[in-house]
């Protein structure tokens, strides 16, 4: 596919797009763009802008899409809105991937939760950059905390490359499934820290790591994430009787 400048798509999604520029979600102003991608390609030799100069979303839904491109840009100017709304299934994902950089100036995540797996800690990358991941998100959408003791909740990590969903029990810093001393060192480690996130002991997504935090993984301490039910053991039946019929002799 050519085109001399940029490439706006609206709407469902599902097939093969290899641009050689820019694809751009909410251009002008007053556009309002949306895209659900479902599966298939997308790719661009260019940017993806989410959110150029107008409002742009990108929906990102099944789990099989492979979404790429040189660099990724939510809210490109000023004035813009990018909303990222994540369809998130199975165990792993690698959502949107740029080879050079990220860039996240503002805007909106969303977690849709599907089919997650009931059990274990679990992580899933939603953008990943080759260089480096910059800027965070103003808005943050997660789901619920699941109920009951052992309960998982929702949390957001940024890392020089990545940003990522994460689900595991409140104290498990480091989404090992097990809250353990190794936890309460990331937590001690930042103790009265600002500007911090799950992985530095911010349980309560407040940015700061203080008491409350403490608590929480004090309530959680030498828990698991839940793990699957012990497997019944093995049925044994008896042998079916013999077809030879025994000899007379
Ligand atoms: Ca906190």
């Known amino acids: 596919m050519k ?3 940029g490439f706006r798509i609206d709407g469902k999604f599902e097939g093969k797009i290899t641009a050689g520029g820019d694809l751009v979600i909410g251009k002008f102003g007053t556009a309002t763009g949306t895209v659900q991608v479902t599966g298939g390609i997308l790719s661009s030799a260019g940017e993806l802008s989410i959110g150029k100069a107008g409002a742009g979303t990108l929906r990102v839904t099944g789990g099989g899409a492979i979404i790429s491109a040189r660099n ?4 490109k100017l ?15 994902l690698s959502l949107i991937s740029a080879t050079d950089n990220v860039t996240i100036n503002g805007g909106t995540f969303e977690v849709v939760p599907t089919a997650v797996p009931a059990h274990g800690a679990l992580t899933w990358d939603v953008l990943s950059a080759g260089l480096a991941l910059v800027g965070s998100f103003t808005t943050l959408a997660l789901p619920p905390d699941e109920p009951g003791a052992t309960g998982r909740t929702w949390s957001t990590v940024y890392t020089p490359y990545t940003f990522s969903v994460g689900l595991t029990i409140p104290g498990d810093a480091n989404y090992h499934g097990l809250v353990n001393f190794a936890d309460l060192l990331a937590l001690a480690r930042h103790y009265n820290a600002t500007g ?16 409350a935090d403490l608590l929480a993984l004090a309530r959680h301490y030498n828990q698991s994430a839940p793990t699957p039910p012990p497997r019944a053991p093995p049925t044994l039946h008896p042998p079916p009787p013999s077809t030879l019929t025994p000899h007379s002799p």
């Open 3 to 5: 085109f001399e400048d």
């Open 72 to 75: 990724v840009t939510v809210q």
């Open 78 to 92: 000023a004035g813009s809105h990018g909303t990222i709304t994540a369809e998130i299934t199975g165990d792993s």
């Open 196 to 211: 911090v996130q799950w992985t530095e002991g911010d349980f309560t997504h407040d940015g700061l790591v203080n008491f």
